[in-house]
């Protein structure tokens, strides 16, 4: 019995060595697969033309700013050639020792660290085949762009030329500016042809924002310049002869600072040149915008005193007749209250409110006939006479 048991553990033994025999060859094959995958993936990067790429670069002989990013790629390029693709290969060298002494732990560990370096590596060669080709390509898209750029720059130059009396004052500094924009494009040229073409770029994007700025001055000016140079100083010599011709006419006005206001509106407009002389546009807008509020405000005065007028000249035709019927009804009423005495008892309340009346009427009287009479020489605005003789009809 313990004869046979020993036969069966045997073949026990014999059979799981069998199988973590052939569990092992498994596992080393798998290894071996993977090892090979991986050297294989190691050889194509290692064979990428990256070489070729870094010296068609190199022979674009660089400067400035495009040279100093080669330089930190390349050197890239180069720590990996020579290291991290050497680490490959000796941590290839141990999975495979390890490997083929079954020692699969080992094996297993190593051989994901090399898919982890291989990862890495591939990305740091993508990203150094792209900075590579944008350097490259940077000179060419230059080219292209500037096309573009100096399109909108000779279209902004004809467009000042053929308009020039258009920008008054801000001419100068507009001719300055596009002088300016010249220069950048020489200085584009330069490092772009000299093999700087990333720095060419920044020079190019900064002449089309100066473009597009000062195209953006070139369409607002005239219109500023117009309303500043014709249309507020004709509204002002028109309101300012108007306002001679009103003095001429005998109006005089509450407001005592016109003439001053008026220096001082001729002032603000010679100011608000300067505005423009600078380009400050939104500066001379809004002292366009004062000086026409205060034309307007100015105007308004002087169409109240026209308006005043018309009035003062109908209370000049009515109150006189108005006064004198007022008067006439008054005296009969004290006749009436004069006979009415004689035989009745009148309450002397009412009589003293007559004779009140009476007084007030004569004292009327006297304040229109000197208002009359200062009519014709009058050395009161309309609008003051207006309301103190409404006051008076109102009694």
């Known amino acids: ?36 995958i ?30 100093v990013t ?22 290839l060298f141990e999975a495979e020792g390890y490997n083929n002494s079954f020692r699969f732990f080992k094996a297993s560990h190593q051989i994901d660290q090399i898919e982890s ?3 890495l590596i591939e990305e740091d060669i993508a990203a150094i085949r792209d900075a590579l080709a944008d350097l490259e390509k940077q000179e060419s898209k230059n ?15 004809h467009r000042v030329a053929d308009h020039s009396e258009e920008y008054g004052k801000g001419l100068s500094e507009i001719e300055k500016q596009l002088e300016n924009i010249q220069s950048e494009f020489s200085q584009f040229v330069t490092l772009n042809t000299s093999g700087d073409p990333v720095e060419a770029a920044v020079i190019l994007d900064n002449a089309e924002n100066h473009i597009l700025t000062l195209s953006h001055i070139v369409d607002r000016l005239p219109a500023i310049v117009k309303t500043l140079s014709k249309e507020l100083p004709d509204q002002l010599e028109d309101l300012e002869d108007g306002y ?22 001729y002032e603000a407009l010679k100011k608000n040149h300067e505005n423009i002389a600078q380009l400050e546009l939104d500066n001379a807008e ?78 009327l009287e006297e304040s229109v006939l000197e ?13 003051s006479l207006k309301n103190v003789w409404k006051t008076y009809k109102r009694l």
């Open 286 to 363: 809004y002292e366009n915008t004062q000086v026409q509020e205060e034309i307007n405000a100015l105007y308004d005065i002087f169409t109240r005193e026209i308006a005043a007028q018309k009035v003062v000249e109908g209370l000049v035709a009515t109150l006189p007749t108005y006064l004198k019927h007022m008067k006439d009804s008054n005296a009969v009423l004290v006749e009436d209250i004069q006979r009415l005495s004689n035989n009745y008892l009148l309450s002397e309340t009412d009589v003293s409110h007559v004779h009140r009346l009476q007084a007030e009427l004569e004292s």
């Open 143 to 157: 080219s292209g762009r500037v096309l573009h750029t100096l399109d909108l720059f000779e279209e902004l130059q």
């Open 1 to 36: 019995m313990s004869g046979r048991l020993v036969i069966y553990l045997a073949i026990a033994v014999a059979i799981f060595l069998v199988i973590a025999y052939a569990i092992a060859i498994y596992v080393r094959k798998r290894n071996e697969s993977k090892l090979a």
């Open 38 to 67: 991986l050297e294989e993936k190691k050889e194509e990067l290692y064979n990428l033309p990256v070489n070729d790429e870094v010296e068609a670069v190199k022979n674009m002989h660089l400067i400035g700013q495009s040279q």
């Open 244 to 265: 001679r011709k009103l003095l001429d006419a005998n109006y005089h006005f509450v407001e005592t600072d016109i003439e001053s206001r008026f220096q001082l509106l």
């Open 371 to 383: 208002l009359t009479s200062e009519e014709e020489e009058q050395s009161e605005p309309y609008s």
């Open 117 to 119: 370096q291989i990862t």
């Open 70 to 91: 080669f330089r930190e790629w390349n050197q890239k390029w180069v720590d990996l050639s020579l290291n991290s693709f050497a680490d490959i290969e000796n941590n």
